[in-house]
């Protein structure tokens, strides 16, 4: 496969020259693995997120207040999250085959194919995979600060904050946008198709500005 490297970088990449779908994987168990759609991932990402809300309240015996605070400053944490890895992980790119590999079933195959339906959110399987990862290192790091169960509440706050991000992120390229969110429609769309190396923030256009990503006006 040709994984065209610097493609989903320039800026004549544009939707009518990339219609359809991008084939991530030969073996048809693996590809269809890469795909999903908005009723399951509400139902499997949200009964992970409610069930981690139920141990972290009636088994790890958090309190209300405490459960909350932690709910929605990771819920905030997200977005910054999002903004780094979207830059940083997402548009990491370089000559090495096994990074071309990377970056193509990550993200290159979107930029690509950026109308391709089934891939605007994170299928369960990898998602779920990822999201153990992460959850593994959130727990090590409030283990190391002697607080571990504050993991049970922080960890649903930011997998929400993922969850919201990833259906906005899809609505911004299949839906028109309401009148008070034109502008993260827009931001959005000149990440894709004029400023690939600018507006990395899909839920916000906040942490473009505090780290000098915003695009030209």
């Known amino acids: ?62 309190s209300i207040l405490t459960f909350i605070s932690l709910f929605i400053v990771a819920l905030f944490f997200w977005t910054l999250a999002e903004y780094i890895l979207h830059r940083y992980l997402f548009h990491w790119i370089n000559e090495n085959k096994f990074v071309k590999r990377f970056h193509f079933i990550m993200h290159g195959s979107h930029h690509l194919y950026p109308r391709d339906k089934e891939r605007l959110l994170m299928p369960p399987v990898p998602g ?15 283990t190391i600060i002697g607080y571990p169960t504050y993991t049970w509440a922080f960890f649903p706050g930011f997998f929400l904050g993922y969850l919201l991000y990833s259906f906005l992120h899809r609505a911004t390229h299949v839906n028109k946008p309401p009148k008070k969110f034109k502008y993260l429609w827009k931001h959005h ?29």
């Open 128 to 142: 779920l995979i990822m999201a153990t990862i992460l959850f593994s290192i959130f727990l090590t790091i409030f």
């Open 1 to 62: 496969m040709n994984y065209k490297i610097f493609a989903m970088l320039s800026p004549k990449v544009t939707t009518e020259n990339h219609k359809g779908q991008a084939t991530i994987f030969n073996n048809p168990v693996l590809e269809s693995l890469t795909k999903t759609n908005v009723t399951t991932n509400v139902i499997v990402y949200g009964l992970v997120i409610l069930l981690l809300i139920y141990t972290a309240i009636f088994k790890k015996h958090l």
């Open 189 to 217: 769309s000149l990440h894709h198709y004029k400023y690939p190396d600018k507006a990395f923030g899909v839920s916000t256009t906040f942490w473009d500005k505090v780290f000098g990503t915003m695009p030209p006006q």
